[in-house]
């Protein structure tokens, strides 16, 4: 089995402090892992390091080539003047590769039709809500048709339906072979996919 | 007005600068909505240095101007990237003390008025020289924005997320501080080292105010310094000033029309 994340004995360091301690994580294809812990526990260290953003102090990463990640919380300024197709159309970039595809522009149609934000194409990123703004960013993410994805929480600031609609978008990468970790503090969550991985992270170590 | 068209000198300035002005302004857009605002002043004051250095020297300008602007050009982004906070100090440091240094190398040495023409910018200045220099900048300033253009806008909005699609974000960033340095130092003939961050990054900035949509605002930004450009110039002429002068006066100008227009229509 081509594994999409095997990651061994990492050790995170900021300034000097240990902030993940020996954990390790393989995850094969269309397998669903949950990283739940309390604040400050290291789980969004760990996974902008599987994101690549950290580096490790010291273990072994291998990943999949195709890796979408979504962050807790979107690094660009809101005023940023950018519609909202051209920021999903970001995720169709890889390197090597300078311009965009007729392929590339109908998976990000797909993709923002998945997530229901179609309507919002042409729409500034500025004038956008909390929710929509993440369901911009997944749909980023899952128009890069990526064999890893990376979600660190998610389901913050979406309602019910954008929930549920996120869960089925999930649940068709997953089948397609696609490994999910996500960040999470709602147990809720877990009850979106059943048949799931939980890791719980407590002070950098897997529980 | 229209008789000065026919002078050599005019000329040469006119299509100059408005290609340096256009290829400014389109990069400005970059550094504006990354925070690099005060790059092109920073820069400007290096490349003062050097010229003064190179004037020293007795050795053409560009010689030593460019490839220690696209140096600076690169350490400062370097620094406002890895230590957030530490950009404009950088950026202070490297322009004040770069400017000492032009001063002092100026007055010890034979205290060209090269320097000076530097300094404050002039269009008797502009040779045929930096004309072809200006054409071919334009070329691969224009060139560069549009095969890197996509990229560009990635790198502009979220340099994390670039990286995490495994790009190799230091390479574009190299690439964006090579083509600020070469806009910058091909400025600083017209505008003056002084003035040349205005034309960087006052049409970005008005540019802002009307676009919707960062394609718009590249393109607006251009056209806005081209305008700006060109009335600046006529300003200059007109009133006996030094171009950088009018330059920024007009661009100066537009922007606050364009902020009270706006607020007008609110």
Redesign the interface.
Known sequence: MDLRLNLQNAVIKYEEKIIIDGVSITAGPGEMIFITGANGSGKSTLIKTIAGLLPLASGKIERAKKISYVPQVEEADRNFPARVKEIVMTGRQRPGKLFYTQRDKELVRDSMRELEIEDLSEHELKILSGGQLRRVMLARALCGLPDLLLLDEPCAGLDVESHKILFEALKKNLARGCAILMVTHDDSDLAGITSSRVINISNGRIL | MLELLKYPFVQRALIAGSLISFCAAVLGVILV?KHYSLIGHGLSEIGFASLSIASALNIPAVVIATPSVIAASFVIMFVSQRYKTAGDIAIAIASSAALALGIIISSLGSASSGTSSYLFGSVLAVSEGDLIFSVVLSLIVLGAFI??Y??F??I?????????????TALYQLIISILTALVVVSGMRITGTLLISGVIILPAVTA?SL????KS?VILSGLVSLIAFIAGLMISFAFNIPAGAGVIGANTLILILVKILKLKIK
């Not at chain 2, 502009?156 to 190799?168: C, F, Q, V």
């Not at chain 2, 676009?211 to 960062?214: K, M, Y």
């Open positions: 909505l095969i890197f996509d990229r806008f990635l502009t909005y979220s340099e994390d997320y670039a990286r995490s699609l495994g790009i190799n802002g676009a919707s949509g960062f605002l």
